[in-house]
């Protein structure tokens, strides 16, 4: 049994969303790497996204899993991460997520019409999700420059924060 399937079959039944973050720069890898790590829009190093946890998922994250680290976030996580970090995408545009009416205008068809509901959809994944999560811009984790540098000044393993 690989390491996927095996980590599908353990999975507790409450843990149905994964938070997934980019972490390791992908130069000179396969190509079947850089199209999954593409298609899961974490094209940036500390770029990160919410993934419903299905065994499809586990697998895929099992190809990225040397670079990227995920988990499981309560809803407290999810709910600092929206209101703080949280961004749009409409029309190829990135906007703040601080207007209801923009989530009520682009996701009122799935009775999402303030920013409370969204974060409660993506929280508790539901039939709806892969939309939802879609109109979220995968999010941009800013960290310290000195946490990506050594005593002596070179950029460590764990990438570029740019």
């Known amino acids: 049994m690989d ?3 095996w980590l599908a079959s353990v999975l507790p ?3 149905s969303l994964a938070f997934v973050v980019h972490i390791e ?3 000179g890898v396969s190509s079947l790497v850089q ?3 593409a298609r899961l829009c974490l094209n940036k190093i ?3 996204v919410f993934m419903k946890v ?4 586990i697998k895929t994250l099992c190809i990225v899993e040397p670079y990227v680290t995920w988990g499981f976030p309560n809803l407290k996580s999810v709910q600092e991460l929206i209101l703080k970090r949280g961004q749009a995408k409409v029309k190829n545009k990135v906007i703040p997520l601080t207007d209801n009416i923009v989530i009520e205008k682009h996701l009122g068809k799935f009775d999402v019409i303030c920013l409370e509901d969204l974060i409660h959809e993506i929280a508790f994944p539901g039939k709806n999700f892969q939309v939802i999560a879609g109109f979220l811009h995968p999010f941009q984790l800013l960290v310290a420059d000195h946490t990506t540098k050594n005593r002596v000044g ?3 393993e764990v990438g570029s924060p740019s």
């Open 35 to 37: 199209r999954t790590i």
């Open 46 to 48: 500390f770029g990160d």
């Open 13 to 15: 039944d409450k843990h």
């Open 25 to 27: 720069r992908i130069n």
């Open 54 to 57: 299905t065994p499809q998922t």
């Open 3 to 5: 390491r996927g399937a």
């Open 154 to 156: 070179f950029i460590k």
